[in-house]
């Protein structure tokens, strides 16, 4: 997958991701419920692209559709979100073990531009934003980890995380500790160190879970 702007743009800016974002971001809340006339208006799009949107974050368990009642944003409970951290805990580190050593030099440079991002958007409180430049660089390691099964299955698990956890929730400490963690995964990156990088997303991964407690928070 081209992680470039020029690439992701276009993808970026469909009904699905655009709605997904909202989800994600927090301003279309764990309950709300979605009205397909709605968000067709507040989208400029037709109802058609809504629905199929719909229908796709139902798959990937973000949405539940109800034959009469329509369709709402999964709500997760706290054993939900623990559950979601554990699993990715085991998962997650090994893809980026098994990543690092088949990143090119652009992906490492990807990466380290999306770790500057994060780290402007979270200094201008801008969390929608912060939100969509951390998905892209857990992303690149699992797209990047060399067994197209392994990541189909982590994404699929990474996708109800997206609704479960936002930067909002972090405190400072919780935030500059994120922040951190991305810049050494950068780092074990750069130099092509795979166990490095499993050592840090494991600890990452653990100290959201543990940030999070009995609230949501975000990787």
């Not at 652009?106 to 531009?113: G, I």
């Not at 909002?168 to 995964?185: I, V």
């Amino acid at each position: 997958m081209d992680h470039s702007p020029a690439a992701s743009d276009p993808v970026e800016e469909s009904p699905y991701a655009r709605l997904r974002a909202l989800i994600a971001s927090g301003e279309v809340a764990p309950g709300a419920w979605l009205r397909e006339a709605a968000l067709a208006e507040r989208l400029g799009v037709s109802r058609t692209p809504v629905r199929e949107a719909l229908n796709r974050l139902a798959a990937e368990g973000i949405v539940e559709i109800s034959r009469n009642k329509g369709a709402q944003v999964v709500s997760f409970s706290p054993e939900d979100v623990a559950g979601l951290y554990d699993v990715r805990a085991g998962f997650e580190p090994h893809a980026a073990l098994l990543a690092v050593p088949r990143l090119t030099d652009s992906d490492v440079e990807r990466l380290a531009e999306l770790n500057t991002a994060m780290e402007a958007a979270a200094a201008d409180g801008d969390l929608r934003t912060l939100g969509a430049l951390n998905n892209e660089f857990h992303g690149l390691f699992v797209d990047r980890c060399g067994n197209r099964h392994f990541a189909v299955a982590l994404q699929t698990l990474m996708r109800p995380a997206v609704v479960a956890h936002t930067f909002g929730t972090y405190s400072p400490e919780a935030l500059r500790r994120s922040m951190l963690h991305h810049a050494e995964l950068v780092a074990a990156a750069r130099a092509r160190d795979g166990e490095w990088a499993e050592a840090v997303m494991r600890t990452h991964i653990l100290a959201a879970r543990n940030a999070a407690g009995a609230r949501t928070a975000a990787v």
